[in-house]
């Protein structure tokens, strides 16, 4: 493995090298996304040297992925809900007061799109590449085996069309990253991310005729070598129970990832959608029916997380909205609680996670992100540093917090993953809206 040198990083507010304008292409993902990711990294703390690696490494290698400026002929991707390939989020841990910072992207060619073969993936395996070069412990195994059964790219043009007129998108692959500045500590001059990937249903679900859920629990049971990990089918076995006896859970089957490191050290990490809105509902899914243990003392705090996104937290609050801020909020209320579980190798059992979305009843960001201190503080999270608001109206720089919700994304609690240490994390999704404000 080699280690790529880069350039120290601009100043975000200097215009991408070698360009002529600032005005698409490489350089807008760089003053929009690039601008979003340097703030939240210096919010969180993170050292210089992780910023500058990672910086160069955004700029550099997927800002050119990304195609051109959103325009209303750009297609929308699977990631935002106005269409826009970003999400990110800050983590906040029960046992730790320094925040992490997550992002996924979707790589998918959509600015503009390949009409002839809409399932093209070359511009994600060009970050997969780079991640093979860059990253230590490396090992795309698990990766390639599920991408031969979700990813419909050597299909033929044909075939391609007809399955992205079945999904609805083109999305065969979204990419993950955990900013992980301990990385530089242990292997030096290496990028400080751990990736993932993560794979929606959809397509082989249309190509085979199976259901989202088929496809999920299939494509696990499939990969090559999964026999030599029986805990993670073990896991697999309690939530195929659970949804074999609620049947109607199948359809909310969403996605998989896995992360991009060796069988016998990557998760795998299903996510499902609840159409619902009773709390009860939503606990008995989170813990499989009593199936997953030592999780009744948190509770109280889910009860408490779930309010921020009821409607009856804030009867009154909402007023006139004008009439695309209107099309905006019809569209964040169909957004659903959602549960994850991962699997793992060390244990028989899966480690769950709810995500709720507060923008679907909250009238704007502002009151979100206050709601969000005030659960920090009430369950001792807050270190007394910057607020959430804090945070997040420093990130945000295209419009104010109280204009509208649709910032927040989803907010998602649970069990650390580490099967060494205890506690919850809170991790807080947000969304640059960039089909909706360009910006530049």
């Known amino acids: 493995m080699t280690v790529a040198t880069q350039s120290s990083v601009l100043p975000l507010s200097e215009k991408y090298p070698g360009t002529a304008t600032a005005e698409g292409g490489s350089s807008y993902w760089w003053r929009t996304s690039g601008q979003d990711l340097s703030r939240m990294l210096q919010e ?68 503009p799109g390949d009409k002839t073969f809409p399932l093209t993936t070359d511009t994600t395996e060009m970050v997969i590449k780079s991640l093979a070069e860059r990253t230590p412990l490396f090992d795309d195994n698990w990766h390639r085996a599920l991408a031969q059964w979700f990813v419909y790219s050597n299909a033929s043009e044909t075939e391609q069309k007809a399955l992205v007129a079945t ?16 990385i530089l500590d242990l292997a030096p001059g290496y990028l400080p991310v751990m990736a993932k990937s993560y794979f929606p249903p959809c397509f082989v679900a249309a190509a085979k005729g199976f259901t989202r859920w088929q496809a999920l629990s299939l494509g696990i049971r499939q990969i090559p070598d999964i026999g030599e990990h029986p805990n993670i089918l073990l896991a697999l076995k309690l939530i195929e129970d659970y949804v074999g006896a609620k049947p109607e859970l199948a359809s909310g089957a969403r996605g998989l990832s896995t992360d991009f490191v060796k069988a016998g050290k990557a998760r795998l ?12 509902e939503v606990w008995d899914y989170y813990t499989l029916g009593g199936r997953i243990p030592d999780l009744e003392s948190d509770k109280e705090m889910f009860r408490d997380l779930m309010k921020l996104s009821s409607d009856s937290t804030y009867v009154g609050q909402t007023g006139e909205l004008a009439q695309a801020d209107q099309r905006r909020r019809a569209l964040l209320k169909t957004k659903p609680t959602a549960v994850y579980f991962s699997l793992s190798p060390d244990k028989p059992y899966p480690i769950p996670k709810v995500y709720f979305y507060p923008a679907r009843a909250a009238p704007n960001d502002l009151i979100i992100a206050r709601g969000l201190d005030a659960f920090l503080t009430k369950y001792k999270w807050h270190d007394g540093g910057k607020s959430v608001e804090e945070r997040v109206q420093t990130v945000f720089t295209h419009r104010k917090l109280e204009d509208k919700p649709g ?34």
């Open 269 to 280: 990490k299903i996510y499902m959608r609840y159409l619902g809105d009773n709390f009860d």
């Open 407 to 440: 910032i927040f994304t989803f907010i998602g609690l649970g069990r650390k993953e580490d099967s060494t240490k205890k506690g919850l994390s809170l991790q807080v999704y947000m969304t640059p809206e960039l089909y909706e404000t360009p910006r530049f």
């Open 167 to 182: 999904a609805g998108y083109q999305t065969n692959i979204i990419m993950g990253f955990d900013i992980n500045a301990k």
């Open 44 to 111: 969180a703390g993170y050292p210089d040297e992780a910023k500058r690696q990672f910086l160069n490494y955004f700029r550099d290698t997927i800002c050119p992925q990304l195609g051109g400026k959103p325009d209303n002929t750009s297609l929308r991707t699977a990631v935002g809900w106005d269409g826009s390939p970003f999400e990110y989020s800050f983590e906040f841990k029960e046992s730790t007061k320094t925040a992490g910072v997550r992002f996924v992207v979707d790589l998918t060619q959509l600015r």
